[in-house]
């Protein structure tokens, strides 16, 4: 089963798959997909606020603020680890529980991205946001880091996440049933 989605004015077949027997989910990946990672960069730099950096999770969020960085003139743009790596100095961390992700994960940020963002106004980026969990850790990072806010936004807005009115999308991605047919929104 497929689900055929149109965003920036790009159509993709995305595979459906059962995360339980209640839920599928449309598997959206941009990873390899140029064409559709440099026209969703392209549009969401079109709604972005105002900010300084731009701030994104490891790992399917990726090629995603690499083209907005890219493609804005930006030179520096920040991710949070699911592992803390060697090279990295004065690490922290947040928890996330994602609807993709199989038990809780542990975002960590480097220190020195962290002094960096200090003061400064910080743009959260996603390929697609559903629970909002992965954007709660993000922020918690920010702040931690001493950090504002300057928005949030992703390629897709998954189910109820749609309502939400503090986030910047390009498109819905319905959360479906075991027989492929959309959920109706709660």
């Known amino acids: 089963m497929n689900y055929s989605l149109k965003v920036a004015g790009l159509e993709r077949q995305l595979p459906l798959c059962p995360v339980n027997e209640d839920l599928t989910i449309g598997a959206f990946v941009i ?12 549009e969401l730099l079109k709604k972005a606020p105002d900010f300084d950096y731009m701030l994104a999770p490891e790992a399917k969020a990726i090629p995603l603020v690499h083209e907005m960085a890219r493609q804005s003139g930006r030179n520096t743009y920040f991710l949070v680890r699911k592992a803390p790596k060697n090279y990295m100095d004065g690490v922290f961390s947040a928890q996330v529980q994602s609807i993709t992700t199989k038990g809780v994960q542990t975002l960590y940020m480097d220190g020195a991205d962290a002094r960096k963002m200090r003061g400064k106004r910080i743009l959260l980026l996603d390929d697609v946001i559903s629970t909002g969990e992965s954007l709660r850790a993000l922020e918690e990072l920010v702040h931690q880091a001493g950090g504002e806010i300057a928005g949030r936004m992703a390629i897709l807005a998954e189910g109820d996440a749609i309502k939400r009115d503090d986030i ?3 498109a819905h991605l319905p959360l479906f049933n075991s027989d492929g047919s959309p959920k109706e929104p709660d």
Not at 31 to 42: P, W
């Open 168 to 170: 910047i999308v390009l």
């Open 31 to 42: 990873f390899g997909d140029v064409e559709l990672t440099c026209a969703c960069a392209a």
